[in-house]
């Protein structure tokens, strides 16, 4: 089962972005995230008329890694750790390491 997975809010705990907030859009195979919002980068494209795309200076959200991202507790406005419980009747559900609570729920 993953940890974090896409539509869930998540902070993020190192890097450039630290403290930013964001909604998980895409995971990649690699483990990394495309977070909406998070690690934007400036990208210099040629313009190509062949397919009629203009050149400039594009901004675009680039992957992030799962390791420097920490889901968000609505409880408490930050970010937590997340851990993996089987239930009674064998769903495993994700909990916040904090308090034990349901993830979702």
């Known amino acids: 089962m993953q940890r974090l997975k896409t539509g869930d809010q998540v902070v993020v705990i190192t890097g450039k972005d630290r403290g930013k907030q964001g909604e998980i859009t ?4 690699d483990g990394k995230f495309l977070v909406q919002g998070i690690n934007i980068v400036k990208k210099h494209t ?3 008329p ?3 795309s203009t050149g ?3 901004e675009k959200e680039m992957p992030i890694e799962g390791s420097n991202l ?3 507790n609505p409880a408490t406005g930050k970010g937590e750790k ?3 419980k089987v239930l009674e009747d064998g ?3 994700r909990v916040f390491k904090s308090n034990g609570e349901v ?3």
Do not use: E, M, S, T
């Open 26 to 29: 895409n995971r990649g195979q």
């Open 46 to 48: 040629k313009a190509n």
């Open 50 to 52: 062949n397919i009629g």
């Open 56 to 58: 400039g200076i594009l």
């Open 70 to 72: 920490a889901l968000l």
């Open 82 to 84: 997340v851990g993996i």
């Open 91 to 93: 769903r495993k559900v």
């Open 103 to 105: 993830v979702g729920a």
